[in-house]
C-alpha cells in the first residue's frame, strides 16, 4: 500500500512564504518523477513544478522564480519552497508522484490528498 502525505499548506499573507512537503510511504521500490499540481476554486487541477529522480526540474510559467522543488530520495520525499506569494497561489496543493512497488511489477502514479494554502491581500 503506497501513501502520498502533503503538510506545510496555511494562510499567509501576500509576499509571504510556505514550504510544502510531501513523503511517500509504504512498499515502494523506487519514485521517478515527483510533482506539484494546484486546484484553485472553480478551476481545473494545473501544473505547478515536477522533480525527475536525476534532480532535473520544470516549472510553470507563472512560479519560475519564485518556487523551488527539491526532493530528497532516502526519504522518499519532496518539497516545494514557495516565496513571494500571491492571491493567485490560493490553490488545494496536490503530489503526484510515479512510483514502482516493491514487487518491481509495475509503475503507478499516487496522488495525496492536498493541503490548502491560502493567500490573503
Known amino acids: 500500500q503506497v501513501q502520498l502525505v502533503e503538510s506545510g499548506g496555511g494562510l499567509v499573507q501576500v509576499g509571504g512564504s510556505l514550504r510544502l512537503s510531501c513523503t511517500a510511504s509504504?512498499?515502494?521500490?523506487?519514485?521517478?518523477?515527483m510533482t506539484w499540481f494546484r486546484q484553485a476554486p472553480g478551476k481545473q487541477r494545473e501544473f505547478v513544478a515536477r522533480i525527475t529522480e536525476s534532480g532535473t526540474t520544470n516549472y510553470v510559467d507563472s512560479v519560475k522564480g519564485r518556487f523551488t522543488i527539491s526532493r530528497d530520495g532516502a526519504k522518499k520525499m519532496m518539497s516545494l519552497q514557495m516565496n513571494s506569494l500571491k492571491p493567485e497561489d490560493t490553490a488545494v496543493y496536490y503530489c503526484?508522484?510515479?512510483?514502482?512497488?516493491?514487487?518491481?511489477?509495475?509503475?503507478?502514479?499516487?496522488w495525496g490528498q492536498g493541503t490548502q494554502v491560502t493567500v490573503s491581500s
Open positions: 509504504g512498499n515502494i521500490f523506487s519514485i521517478a518523477d
Open positions: 503526484n508522484a510515479l512510483i514502482q512497488g516493491a514487487s518491481r511489477s509495475t509503475w503507478d502514479r499516487y
